[in-house]
Every structure is written in C-alpha cells, then in structure tokens.
Nanobody
C-alpha cells in the first residue's frame, strides 16, 4: 500500500522560507510523477508544483513561480518543496500526491495517492 507522509510545515513570517518533505513508501517511487497541492479555507485545492517521474520536467503555478522549487530524491523516496519569499496568501494545507504516470499534470483528480497534509501559515 502506497503511503505518503508530509512534514516541514509550520508558522513563518512573510518573506521567510520553509521546506516541505514528502516521504513515499510501499511503491516504486521512480514510477510515479509527484505533485504538491494546497488548499486554503473556503477555496478549492490547487496545484502548486509537479515533477515528472524522471525529474526532467517541472511545472509551477504562476503564483509561486520564482519562489518555490520542487525536487525529488529517488535514493530517499522523497519529494521536496522549497518555499522562499513566503506571502500570507501562501497560507494553506499542503498535500503531496503521486500519479502512476510519466507526468503528473495539474488536475487533482488524476493523482492516485495523497498524503495527509501539512499546515503552512504565513503571518504578515
């Protein structure tokens, strides 16, 4: 059974940084494209960043381009989201997701497995 466990969330001041981690188990990690999504209260879940299973391709939401970086470490079965220059509007629960495909895409419906989420709160 595939399990995804996120960590690294917390409270940070605007302009600060956080690095989220998502550890995968129960799967062949290199077979899965990975994505980071977020959901703020009263809003729909949105795709923040994706990375292909080979790590050769990444995509970002316009709102985070230049500030966030997604990466993966196959030796550790872990995907990361480095978040810099954080803004209050980045406040949300962040989820990682896995898709058994070469590329993930931005639609949450396409992902096969989800983590439990980690809260990120950015104070102004």
């Amino acid at each position: 059974q595939v399990q995804l466990v996120e960590s690294g969330g917390g409270l940070v001041q605007a302009g600060g940084s956080l690095r989220l981690s998502c550890a995968a188990s129960g799967c062949t990690f290199s077979s899965y494209a990975m994505g980071w999504f977020r959901q703020a209260p009263g809003k729909e879940r949105e795709c923040v960043a994706t990375i292909s299973r080979s790590a050769s391709s990444t995509t970002y939401a316009d709102s985070v381009k230049g500030r966030f970086t997604i990466s993966r470490d196959s030796a550790k079965n872990t995907v990361y989201l480095q978040m810099n220059s954080l803004k209050p509007e980045d406040t949300a629960v962040y989820y990682c997701a896995a898709k058994d495909a070469r590329y993930g895409g931005s639609s949450a419906r396409g992902y096969d497995y989800w983590g439990q989420g980690t809260q990120v709160t950015v104070s102004s």
